[in-house]
């Protein structure tokens, strides 16, 4: 199966930034997309951005023009660079990959969650 390590997370004051990374790793035929979903207390798993193997991104309107996504597909890596952070994206993030495990099967994949807390 594939395996997801996210790292990144942690407290900062409104208007900073903080950099998620995520690796995936295992059996990895290839990868459809990788994307960062979160969910704050009492809210449901919302999509925050995602990259597809054609180098497509999508962005909720909510981070629009603050977030960055980013992959390395060499290494199977995908980057959230979080800027101009409010107290309402404090969340715990999760890292998200579609892959192919083998020719014709794919799977839908999950890091462990990350904090993120804005706050002052």
């Known amino acids: 199966q594939v395996q997801l390590v996210e790292s990144g997370g942690g407290l900062v004051q409104p208007g900073g930034s903080l950099r998620l990374s995520c690796a995936a790793s295992g059996s990895i035929f290839s990868i459809i997309a990788m994307g960062w979903y979160r969910q704050a207390p009492g809210n449901q798993r919302e999509l925050v951005a995602t990259?597809?193997?054609?180098?497509?991104?999508n962005y909720a309107d909510s981070v629009k023009g603050r977030f960055t996504i980013s992959r390395d597909n060499a290494k199977n890596t995908v980057t959230l660079q979080m800027n101009s952070l409010k107290p309402e994206d404090t969340a715990v993030y999760y890292c998200?990959?579609?892959?192919?495990?083998?020719?014709?099967?794919?799977?839908?994949?999950w890091g462990q969650g990350t904090q993120v807390t804005v706050s002052s």
């Open positions: 990259s597809n193997s054609g180098g497509g991104t």
């Open positions: 998200n990959t579609r892959a192919y495990y083998v020719p014709d099967a794919w799977g839908d994949y």
